[in-house]
């Protein structure tokens, strides 16, 4: 299958991509900086480009079966990364006819809200409040679309070895708030052959 990944070279982006690699898929990175990416593999290939650009996304995207968006930030003020970007990824898959988009979004968006803790609602709410806004208006438009999508909503991220254990549903708490980014991958490069998840938002934790 040939897949590529927006926010490839992040610590969600490089596991889904190791993964990808490991399962005989042909996988595109998309990358603002090559010199980023660690991997190298006859079947990955880099294409350098501004996920803000339309054109450049609208080029990258020709050819692929499956668009995996991992977009994310570190910076905490006002962004729009992740809305801004998701919404070119749309756009140029809708004019390339692809249907299949996966999206790393995270658990307390949209109505998985009501899940959380209440001291993870005021961490949300206050040092993540522009994170959380940019998450919403992503998966906002997400939904909107006509494409094929599933919306991934990891718990606390954690860079533990993959496990292939953890639970998976809708609006479901978290009994340790956490998951390893390795199983998020997991669960994502599963899904690309059993298409259980389509239209469907879906936390993931321990």
């Not at 290939?45 to 450049?56: F, K, M, P, S, W």
């Not at 801004?84 to 949209?110: D, F, H, P, Y």
């Amino acid at each position: 299958m040939k897949l590529i990944v927006f926010g490839a070279t992040g610590k969600t982006g490089i596991e889904i991509v190791k993964q990808g690699l490991a399962n005989q898929h042909q996988v595109t990175a998309f990358v603002r900086t090559p010199s980023k990416m660690s991997l190298e593999h006859d079947s990955l290939r880099l294409v350098e480009g501004d996920v803000l650009d339309l054109t450049a996304v609208k080029h990258a995207i020709q050819g692929h079966e499956v668009v995996i968006c991992s977009l994310g930030t570190s910076d905490l003020g006002k962004t729009m990364v992740r809305s801004a970007g998701t919404a070119n990824i749309i756009k140029a898959m809708q004019e390339a006819q692809i249907k299949r988009l996966i999206v790393i979004s995270a658990m307390g968006v949209g109505e998985s809200w009501s899940t959380l803790s209440f001291v993870n609602k005021l961490f949300f709410a206050t040092l993540l409040r522009n994170t959380r806004m940019d998450h919403e208006e992503q998966e906002k438009r997400v939904k909107q679309s006509d494409l094929d999508w599933t919306i991934v909503r990891p718990s606390g991220l954690s860079d533990t070895p993959r496990t292939g254990v953890y639970e998976v549903g809708e609006n479901i708490h978290a009994k340790t708030s956490k998951i390893a980014r390795a199983d998020v991958a997991d669960l994502v490069i599963k899904d690309l052959h059993n298409n259980t998840l389509i239209r469907k938002c879906v936390t993931i934790t321990n």
